[in-house]
């Protein structure tokens, strides 16, 4: 179970360090250039994908784009390396819930938007397949959260 | 139970202060509230009555600013696909058949799309002033029943 958990936490900190990177630094990738970054963080691309979501209120996007992905790199990076992994683990929760309202949302309102799952690097569109994604790495971020830590609590917390 | 929601809580002050403050230093920085959309201007979009006019004289060039999957799936007959997101390495294909003066319709889909409007942008800072967009192109072009293709090439 110890080595499930483990892989677990690899790969959903793992993706959440990816798309954080993907989405700060701008990363895309062409068959022509490779692959090209931003030397500074550079969110314009990813403030117009929240934008295309048009999730009201409008003039908020720019913020969730400037703060997001950085909470994503905090918490991706913390459950890679096990540090925090429990508190890591159910902030992925919690942003899992809001990526799937907010792809839930533009499926109802028939958007036909990218993702912006990982910036610009998959042009995966908004739809059932990008829903049933986030739906696994719910499941597996609630798992990660909720389940009891390895290691018995220190007896002395429970002394006076 | 408790120390696990105050440490969640403090990933995410701490990752909110750190994206203001990446934001605030960065050259690339962007506004904290998102500014209101620019108004359509009328000498920016064309009608799609006029685009049916260029297209039938031929001496319209139309772009598709979707994604080449986009494109394939259906276009308007003769449009050529030029993705914006990927527009630095399909441009160049593009270029020798544009003139400067050529009258030129960028389009994508729906109404809320701007990637036809940001096309112009790109195409207009290249010198290209005579680009305007049709708004909901694909969708509007289709439902005019007027001519489309399937496939990746014109």
Same mark, same amino acid.
């Given at each position: 179970?110890?080595? !499930?958990? +483990?892989?677990?936490?690899?790969? #959903?900190? =793992?993706?959440? /360090?990816?798309?954080? &990177?993907? @989405?700060?630094?701008?990363?895309?990738?062409?068959?022509?250039?490779?692959?090209?970054?931003?030397?500074?963080?550079?969110?314009?691309?990813?403030?117009?994908?929240?934008?295309?979501?048009?999730?009201?209120?409008?003039?908020?996007?720019?913020?969730?784009? !400037?703060? +997001?992905?950085?909470?994503?790199? #905090?918490? =991706?990076?913390? /459950?890679?390396?096990? &540090?925090? @992994?429990?508190?890591?683990?159910?902030?992925?929760?919690?942003?899992?819930?809001?990526?799937?309202?907010?792809?839930?949302?533009?499926?109802?309102?028939?958007?036909?938007?990218?993702?912006?799952?990982?910036?610009?690097?998959?042009?995966?569109?908004?739809? !059932?397949?990008?829903?049933?994604?986030?739906?696994?790495?719910?499941?597996?971020?609630?798992?990660?959260?909720?389940?009891?830590?390895?290691?018995?609590?220190?007896?002395?917390?429970?002394?006076? | 139970?408790?120390?696990?929601?105050?440490?969640?809580?403090?990933?995410?002050?701490?990752?909110?202060?750190?994206?203001?403050?990446?934001?605030?230093?960065?050259?690339?920085?962007?506004?904290?509230?998102?500014?209101?959309?620019?108004?359509?201007?009328?000498?920016?979009?064309?009608?799609?009555?006029?685009?049916?006019?260029?297209?039938?004289?031929?001496?319209?060039?139309?772009?598709?600013?979707?994604?080449?999957?986009?494109?394939?799936?259906?276009?308007?007959?003769?449009?050529?696909?030029?993705?914006?997101?990927?527009?630095?390495?399909?441009?160049?294909?593009?270029?020798?058949?544009?003139?400067?003066?050529?009258?030129?319709?960028?389009?994508?889909?729906?109404?809320?799309?701007?990637?036809?409007?940001?096309?112009?942008?790109?195409?207009?800072?290249?010198?290209?002033?005579?680009?305007?967009?049709?708004?909901?192109?694909?969708?509007?072009?289709?439902?005019?029943?007027?001519?489309?293709?399937?496939?990746?090439?014109?």
């Amino acid at each position: 179970m110890k080595w !499930i958990n +483990l892989i677990l936490r690899l790969i #959903l900190g =793992g993706i959440f /360090l990816a798309s954080a &990177i993907a @989405k700060i630094w701008d990363v895309q990738v062409s068959h022509v250039h490779g692959i090209q970054f931003s030397n500074v963080p550079d969110l314009a691309t990813f403030a117009r994908d929240v934008t295309s979501y048009h999730v009201p209120p409008r003039e908020l996007a720019n913020l969730v784009a !400037i703060t +997001l992905p950085w909470i994503e790199l #905090l918490a =991706g990076g913390l /459950l890679v390396c096990g &540090i925090w @992994k429990q508190a890591s683990a159910l902030v992925i929760t919690a942003l899992m819930v809001v990526f799937l309202a907010a792809i839930g949302w533009a499926v109802a309102h028939g958007y036909d938007i990218r993702c912006g799952c990982f910036g610009t690097v998959d042009a995966r569109k908004v739809g !059932i397949m990008a829903l049933a994604q986030d739906a696994a790495l719910f499941v597996i971020a609630v798992w990660l959260a909720w389940r009891r830590e390895d290691k018995p609590q220190p007896a002395t917390e429970t002394n006076p | 139970m408790r120390r696990t929601f105050q440490r969640a809580l403090a990933i995410v002050v701490a990752g909110a202060a750190l994206g203001l403050g990446a934001n605030a230093v960065s050259p690339r920085r962007i506004p904290l509230l998102t500014p209101p959309p620019e108004p359509t201007k009328a000498q920016d979009t064309v009608a799609l009555k006029d685009a049916e006019t260029l297209w039938k004289s031929g001496t319209g060039y139309f772009l598709d600013a979707r994604s080449p999957a986009d494109y394939a799936a259906g276009h308007i007959a003769g449009a050529v696909s030029l993705p914006v997101e990927d527009f630095d390495d399909h441009f160049p294909q593009i270029a020798p058949m544009l003139t400067p003066d050529a009258p030129i319709i960028a389009y994508c889909d729906g109404q809320e799309c701007d990637l036809s409007r940001r096309l112009m942008a790109r195409l207009r800072e290249l010198g290209y002033h005579n680009v305007r967009h049709l708004v909901n192109g694909w969708t509007a072009w289709h439902a005019a029943g007027l001519l489309t293709h399937t496939g990746s090439q014109p």
